[in-house]
């Protein structure tokens, strides 16, 4: 199975901030990364697919970055709605996995 | 608008069983591949299985394969989950999700997730 690891685990930021989250493939996966946004309580929402294409409907302060094995997702500006879980998955094979999880918190 | 809504979660023994569905509306059902997902409390999300839009393909997680069997009713817009032989660590919430684009594999649209808590 293909091992996901972000980093960081959690942050504190203030609003305003540019926000930067890493994952790490225990293996290329080309650029079969996407990324997705948590609020407690809630279902994941789709931010970024293949790496780098934003998803319909999401701020352009999201941005993603990568192939390979190391990805970023960039905030350019934290905004308070912002403030959630962030999970990285792989598509490139099955099982398809997920990171962890970066908690993005108020400072 | 996209929309998938699950049921039938609730609380079972272990070794029990439970069917969970979702029901999907605003799009093509058939056209599209749909998954399960679950997160254990306080845990990250694991994927545990998907079926193709004929139910052709169907792939699983080690962790639920031979117990779990995913299937869907086309004319019914629907998706099911069978567990069966339930543990203790398949307590979590359940999501469905539809999977965006063959080849790609992303999970554009979610529904809100069921709690499935496996307990004596």
Request: glycine share 10%; charged share 15%.
């Amino acid at each position: 199975d293909i091992q996901l690891t972000q980093s960081p685990s959690s942050l504190s930021a203030t609003v305003g901030d540019r926000v930067t989250i890493t994952c790490r493939a225990s293996q290329s996966i080309n650029s079969f990364l996407n990324w997705y946004q948590q609020k407690p309580g809630k279902a994941p929402r789709l931010l970024i697919y293949a790496a780098s294409s934003l998803h319909s409907g999401v701020p352009s302060g999201f941005s993603g970055s990568g192939s390979g094995t190391e990805f970023t997702l960039t905030i350019s500006s934290l905004q308070p709605e912002d403030f959630a879980t962030y999970y990285c998955q792989q598509s490139y094979s099955t099982p398809y996995t997920f990171g962890q999880g970066t908690k993005v918190e108020i400072k | 608008q996209v929309q998938l809504v699950e049921s039938g979660g609730g609380l079972v023994k272990p070794g029990g069983s439970l069917r969970l569905s979702c029901a999907a509306s605003g799009f093509t059902f058939s056209d599209y591949y749909v998954t399960w997902i679950r997160q254990a409390p306080g845990k990250a999300l694991e994927w545990i299985s998907y079926i193709s839009g004929s139910s052709t393909y169907t792939n699983y997680a080690d962790s639920v394969k031979g117990r779990f069997t995913i299937s869907r009713d086309n004319a019914k817009d629907s998706l099911f989950l069978q567990m069966n032989s339930l543990r203790a660590e398949d307590t979590a919430v359940y999501f469905c999700a539809r999977l965006a684009a063959p080849g790609l594999n992303y999970f554009d649209y979610w529904g809100q997730g069921i709690l499935v808590t496996v307990s004596s």
